[in-house]
């Protein structure tokens, strides 16, 4: 199964940054989201950033996943 996860842009350089999700820091490619910002949410899947979320549908995901792991424990 693959799953990308809504991750917080924190730094951008050029082609590369740094996201954040839950405490856990990534370095990503940005080839595909040149129009992403610092502070905006992103899809990330396998390195690479996939789409700009809407923050209140990132918030949203990430509470969903939240969920499912407390539901599995």
């Given at each position: 199964m693959?799953?990308?996860?809504?991750?917080?842009?924190?730094?951008?350089?050029?082609?590369?940054?740094?996201?954040?999700?839950?405490?856990?820091?990534?370095?990503?490619?940005?080839?595909?989201?040149?129009q992403?910002?610092?502070?905006?949410?992103?899809?990330?899947?396998?390195?690479?950033?996939?789409?700009?979320?809407?923050?209140?549908?990132?918030?949203r995901?990430?509470?969903?996943?939240?969920?499912?792991?407390?539901?599995?424990?």
């Amino acid at each position: 199964m693959c799953l990308a996860i809504p991750m917080k842009l924190l730094e951008r350089d050029e082609q590369r940054g740094t996201v954040e999700s839950g405490g856990a820091k990534r370095d990503v490619m940005l080839t595909l989201t040149p129009q992403a910002k610092t502070g905006d949410y992103v899809i990330v899947h396998a390195g690479y950033a996939l789409e700009v979320l809407d923050e209140a549908e990132a918030l949203r995901t990430l509470e969903l996943f939240r969920e499912l792991g407390e539901a599995g424990e």
